[in-house]
């Protein structure tokens, strides 16, 4: 009993880590964060917050958004659970919140949106890559990330250009993110000629290739290209059964990869390609915000969603600025006619689309453990295959 | 024939995994009632283990018993701070009580080690392949076979060999007698949990080599097939746990590898309509047995 | 009350206002009584009375309990079973409670593990199996594959492996054939005659009380009656609720 009472109170002290509301100042951006800081979608929220959190620091220190606009954040943890989501969405919604952030994944931000839609409250998800996500909800639903349909056709037209063929994909239905975009890939790579010569499945966390692995090994005749939007961990483990199998078939991935882990698999990712968010070549803003960030925090940013929630926040500060207010409407309108907002990981825009921006995707080869950039730039919409 | 060999190797691979997973819920399971969800939990210590260790300086090969160490560690502190107080109470309470206790731990994880993975530099050495017969067959894979072997046999001579587990396996039928051979309930129960620390942290070294990383949450997906397994042994049955683990394993490579392709998506329904294809035919488990969990 | 006249040994077990509850339930309401060295002192009473609650909740299988238990003039009322035991008091459970896939010699081995040296495991080990042959001949035989007899015997081996000086005893005989029966109270009487001190519960109680030396009846769970084993029998209540006169 005594324990359990004990279990009571450490549960209650971390949930109780949701900063409790203060009354705003009449002109005071009151974001609401319906996000994750426990839970499967924790490690790509906390990065984003960060991230966020460090633009708006920035961004108060000059007296707030166009020097009149002050930013407070209110957070509350969605323990990663969709109807969570919805519910502290509501409640940041009674907090009269001018604009909210949902989790980087489509279905909380989905729940969530309904309720913002109907409260017309312009709603961000932090790194959703679903491009049906913004249909879903509403005009007051936007992404902040490369759409998986763009990041797939950068990756087919790759692949085109490196004259593979026939081509294999590896995909799950656990999730829309590895099941839709090696499809969207299908459908690109085919559009431009190539081939699918076979699909595999996986389970997500499953971890075990033994039998996907030896099926790839025995397919005649063998694919040029293995392309897969598996993330960790079942993208090591993939490709280290894969390798350990004796196949060096080229595998192009998806940003998903981008992460230690990747790169502390040495040899066996030599060669691999990936999309991602950004890239830090010498002297880019990425770079700079890297190194801005690490000198701020003491810690190596490993991973593009810190760089993504601290563009949100340019993405949010140039709004406010172009509608001059924090009206909700107002607001909303001012984001959807953005275009060009330089982000530290390229341009976002955000006029003529459907709510998921245009920004660029890097296309990045590993290279002696490190990053090689192969292309960056946002591709034809022709080459784009409809959500 | 040879791809059917293969996958039989593939099978035996994950097969041994849940084995040993299973068989350390049931250990704990038969001797008091409990379903540890948190063993899992276990598994994930163990990957922080091995990446604090290697931080630390310590060679590899002397980072994986000390991250095994970690999960035994664990197990016991767990069975002394959460499990104790509520020995003897309904199986509702022990099943809450160890969700509370896997929640806690994955929280304290995300939120004082890392919400992100952790990368484990495997050695090179070890991702290559070895080829038997014209069989490939990957080191992980192979160490992964041996050491289940080793553990399973081990673990049967410490239970008919010695008296702690002698007495485990007699508590397991009949703990309050055991008692009344003056043998130390607390002691009986802590091995319990210190072996079931021990399956899961060998486990977990094994699943984090193969994947390369450790994060908080990594611990459920396991566990919930060793639940499984140990289900379709009958819960409590040592033998039973084994056999589960490996036939869930078997079901699941064989279902990947011979399902047509459009069917695939479906394999773990599949796998799951064949669990309760078991219970239907013997509910209790496979090789169920009678058990008076009475303290 | 009868009262005993003869000269008495020092009791090794005191018990002293004994109480437990199952839940609302009072089980015990208050038991007093002493089992004197070398004796066999018997528990008498209708099912349901409180005589295995009794031996229970004084072994410390029973954990929540009010009043003293002393042994060998210690308060063991507070300690867990295995502390007890190691103290020299054992119980032979009701229905022998056997491990069923365990075999013979593990039960004995089990039983010794007490015992602080391999050595003494393997005296006590030797005695028992010189005492019960059946158990040698059964010596790897699982445990779940002997007979009712059989069973009780190693039950009763078991529990002697611990070396006690006070070994409680529930219903010995419950269950098995006469002749059967008749071996299990040889056997009782066998080890009273080495010096071991018996608390014996029975539903033979014309039986029970020609082994003993003096008896308890209890009802309700308090001790009604008590006396030696002849003023018993020839007590009118005795006769008339147990033995059918």
Known sequence: MKSKIKALCITTMLSGMALSPLPATAQELLIGLATAQTGNLAPYDQPSLKGLEMAVEEINATGGIAGKFPIKLIIKDTRSDAAQTALAAQELIDQGVNIMITPCDADPSIAAGQITQAAQIPTFSFCATTPTMPIAVGDYMFGNYPADNVQAAVLANHAIEQGYKRAYILKSPDSAYTLKLPEYFATSFKAKGGEIVGEGTFSMGQQDFGAEVTKIKALNPAPDVIMTAAYEPDFPAFIRQLRSAGVDTPILGSDGIDSPTTFGLGKLVEGVVFTAAGFATEGSPLAKFNAKYKQRTGQEPDTNYIANGYDLGKVIEAAVTKADGIEPTAIRNAIASLEKVPGVTGPITYVGTQGMPLRSVALVRIKDGGRELVSQGVPAAADVPAP | ?295 | ?245
């Open chain 2, 1 to 295: 024939m040879d791809m059917f060999l293969q996958q039989l190797v593939n099978a035996l691979s994950l097969g041994g995994t849940y084995a040993l997973l299973a068989l350390g819920l049931a250990v704990v399971f038969s001797i008091m009632g409990l379903i540890n969800f948190a063993h899992g939990e276990l598994m994930t210590a163990a990957g922080y283990g091995l990446i604090f260790s290697l931080l630390l300086g310590v060679p590899f090969a002397l980072a994986l018993p000390a991250a095994v160490v970690v999960a035994i560690l664990l197990a016991v502190l767990m069975e002394r701070v959460a499990f104790r107080s509520v020995r003897g109470a309904s199986g509702t309470t022990l099943l809450l009580t160890s969700f509370a206790v896997s929640a806690i731990i994955r929280v304290l994880f995300q939120n004082f080690i890392s919400a992100r993975p952790m990368a484990v530099r495997i050695p090179m050495a070890l991702s290559g392949t070895i080829e038997i017969a014209g069989l490939h067959l990957g080191i992980i894979q192979a160490i992964s076979i041996l050491v289940t072997i080793a553990m399973l046999v081990g673990l049967n001579l410490f239970l008919h060999r010695t008296v702690l587990g002698r007495a485990m396996r007699a508590a397991a039928e009949d703990f309050a007698i055991v008692r009344l051979m003056g043998i130390r309930a607390n002691a009986v129960v802590a091995t319990a949990f210190a072996i079931s620390g021990l399956l899961a942290g060998v486990a977990g070294v094994l699943w984090v080599a193969q994947r390369g990383s450790v994060d908080p949450l990594m611990g459920f997906l396991p566990v919930l097939k060793a639940f499984i397994a140990a289900i379709i042994g009958g819960l409590g049955s040592l033998s039973g746990a084994v056999a589960g683990g490996f036939l869930l394993g078997f079901t699941e490579v064989f279902l990947q590898a011979f399902l047509p392709e459009s069917l695939l998506s479906y394999r773990d329904a599949f796998a799951i309509i064949l669990v309760i294809a078991v219970l239907l035919y013997a509910p209790q488990g496979l090789l169920a047995r009678r058990t008076v969990v009475k303290l």
């Open chain 3, 1 to 245: 009350m009868l009262l005993s006249l003869n000269p008495l040994p020092e009791a090794i077990l005191d018990v002293r206002g004994l109480k437990v509850a199952y839940g609302p339930v009072e089980a015990l309401k208050g038991i007093d009584l002493s089992v004197r060295k070398g004796q066999i002192v018997t528990l008498l009473g209708a099912n349901g009375a409180g005589k295995s609650s009794t031996l229970n909740a004084i072994v410390g299988l029973i954990g929540k309990k009010a009043g003293n238990i002393l042994f060998k003039g210690r308060d063991v009322a507070s300690l867990s079973p295995e502390r007890i035991v190691r103290m020299g008091m054992t119980l032979t459970p009701e229905g022998r409670r056997i491990f069923p896939s365990l075999s013979v010699d593990e039960h004995l081995l089990l039983g010794g593990a007490a015992h602080s040296s391999r050595s003494s495991i393997r005296e006590v080990r030797e005695d028992m199996l010189e005492r019960f042959p059946i158990l040698r001949e059964r010596l790897h035989q699982k445990a779940g594959s002997l007979s009712g007899g059989e069973q009780q015997m190693l039950a009763i081996a078991r529990s002697m492996m611990s070396s006690p000086e006070l070994l409680l005893m529930d219903e010995p005989s419950l269950g098995l054939a006469p002749q059967v029966v008749d071996l299990i109270f040889d056997l009782i009487i066998g080890l009273r005659d080495r010096g071991l001190t018996i608390l014996l519960v029975e539903q033979n109680v014309s039986l029970s009380l020609e082994v003993a030396d003096y008896g308890y009846v209890m009802a309700n769970g308090r001790i009604v009656l008590s006396g030696t084993a002849d003023e018993l029998r020839n007590s009118t209540e005795v006769q008339g609720a147990y033995l059918g006169a």
